[in-house]
């Protein structure tokens, strides 16, 4: 079993930048395809991008390519969210997800996940 732990979110204004990680322990990461999800109050939680096994394969919402990022350091066990040109919809709750896996695929959908992290709140201000 492999637990997550998400950090680095906070309070940020309209254009800015903010990076989030997402640090594994219990397993090694590089059996695990990673996702970040994020989930607005009210909101169903919902797919923002996605790495593969190795990092070479990512894959992002149509709502955040372009100003996300993400990447992951195997040997950290740590994967990365990296959130330029933030918007106030973009405010959320974002969780980070593992697949146990040993094909290099992105995964989109939220019950193909096995483990989740306890979320980091990220809130951009108008």
């Known amino acids: 079993q492999v637990q997550l732990v998400e950090s680095g979110g906070g309070l940020v204004q309209a254009g800015g930048s903010l990076s989030v990680s997402c640090v594994a322990s219990?397993?090694?990461?590089?059996?695990?395809?990673m996702g970040w999800f994020r989930q607005a109050p009210g909101k169903e939680r919902e797919f923002v991008g996605a790495i593969n096994l190795s990092g070479s394969t990512t894959y992002y919402a149509d709502s955040v390519k372009g100003r996300f990022t993400i990447s992951r350091d195997n040997a950290r066990n740590t994967v990365y969210l990296k959130m330029n040109s933030l918007k106030p919809e973009d405010t959320a709750v974002y969780y980070c997800?593992?697949?146990?896996?040993?094909?290099?695929?992105?995964?989109?959908?939220?019950?193909?996940?096995?483990?989740w992290g306890q979320g980091t709140q990220v809130t951009v201000s108008s």
């Open positions: 219990g397993r090694t990461l590089n059996r695990y395809a």
């Open positions: 997800a593992a697949k146990s896996t040993y094909v290099s695929d992105v995964h989109t959908k939220v019950n193909s996940y096995d483990y």
